[in-house]
């Protein structure tokens, strides 16, 4: 069965072809006339999907060495994401399935991250087995989800302000980085002292206000940026050039090590021994270090896609397809599906 995916929830249009649930191809166009505006305009971002959706769909298609009518199923996000974005991918995606009369399947943005572990590219490649974490992290969100084997979970916790992402991008701009700046900080990290600085760490047991963490399983991500902030405008632009590389590293060890804290605390609680970490922030290289040194020190699994499918990707929305289809949902010939704005509508999770 070959199902074509579809993915334009921001500002990456993608589309990949999986068949037997496994990539066979999978293109991903990133938009950078944002760079200047220091975010995503959504109007400029469904301007590029409107422009580019078409070409990235044939590349992929040709990239799989099928024809169109060789397509059985088409998927696409239907959300969240930006409303005009996504409309771009879900009406083309709708508008393809009903010109080839086959079967079209809505797939919800988060939830394709939280199952992108489950991506096969080889022989060797497989998912988390039974009940695992998931930490998802983005520039949109921070999630904690319990998921068990028959694909339903629970949010476990949740950011209460700002996402991971948007912390790495705010206050990476505060610096005078390019957007996005999160790449930009990995990058200087590497050569500059995690511990030059030490920012706050919220609703953790380091948090100078550990009193209210007691195990709280959301994350803020607020305050970080107002002392990033503060710290930055008490300096010289000298001092900021000179320790750039350090202030990066310290900003960056603040979000991670919450970001780790978090994620193992949930699965010692829950006696759950498997962890997945996904979204485009997985792709950070001290994430997944630091991930990794935490999990072999507590016996853990650690699951994490390879960095092409951390960020938005289309190969996650057909492979969520795939994994539905196999677990009995019925593919309908619909092509009437609206755009929803939240994790809650078109998901499995539960309570």
Do not use: W
Not at 74 to 81: D, F, S, V
Not at 238 to 250: K, N, P, T, V, W
Not at 320 to 335: F, I, P, Q, T
Request: proline share 5%; glycine share 10%.
């Amino acid at each position: 069965m070959n199902i074509l995916g579809i993915e334009t929830s921001c500002d990456e249009t993608s589309a990949a072809v999986v068949s037997g649930g496994r990539v066979l191809s999978n293109v991903v166009s990133s938009q950078h006339c944002h760079s200047g505006f220091g975010g995503v305009v959504p109007e400029l971002a469904s301007r590029e999907h409107e422009r580019m959706i078409v070409s990235i769909v044939d590349a992929t298609v040709t990239e799989a060495n099928i024809r169109k009518k060789d397509i059985d199923i088409i998927a696409a996000t239907a959300g969240p994401g930006l409303i005009g974005a996504v409309m771009v991918g879900l009406c083309f995606a709708q508008g393809l399935a009903y010109a080839l009369d086959i079967p079209f399947v809505p797939v919800n943005h988060i939830e394709a991250h939280i199952f992108s572990p489950f991506i096969v590219e080889g022989p060797d490649s497989r998912g988390p087995e039974g009940r695992f974490i998931s930490m998802t992290v983005s520039g949109g969100h921070t999630l904690l989800a319990a998921v068990h084997p028959d694909m339903t979970y629970e949010v476990i916790g949740r950011t209460i302000d700002d996402a991971a992402g948007e912390a790495f991008d705010k206050t990476g701009k505060m610096l005078g980085l390019p957007y996005p700046a999160g790449p930009e900080i990995d990058r200087l990290a590497k050569q500059g002292n995690p511990f030059f600085h030490e920012f706050p760490r919220a609703l953790t047991s380091h948090s100078q206000t550990s009193r209210n963490y007691r195990g709280n399983t959301d994350f803020s991500f607020s305050g970080l940026k107002t002392s990033v902030l503060t710290y930055v405008q008490k300096q010289t632009p000298e001092f900021i050039e000179r320790h750039l590389a350090d202030i990066a590293a310290s900003i960056q060890h603040a979000i991670v090590s919450v970001l780790v804290e978090k994620t193992i605390a949930a699965a010692k609680n829950l006696g759950i021994r498997s962890v997945s970490v996904a979204g485009g922030v997985s792709a950070n290289s001290a994430l997944r270090k630091a991930m990794q040194e935490a999990c072999m020190r507590e016996g853990l699994a650690l699951h994490i896609p390879g960095t092409r499918y951390s960020t938005d990707n289309a190969a996650m929305i057909a492979t969520l397809a795939n994994l539905k289809l196999s677990k009995g949902m019925k593919a309908e010939r619909r092509y009437d599906i609206a755009p929803f704005a939240s994790l809650e509508s078109g998901s499995n999770r539960k309570g």
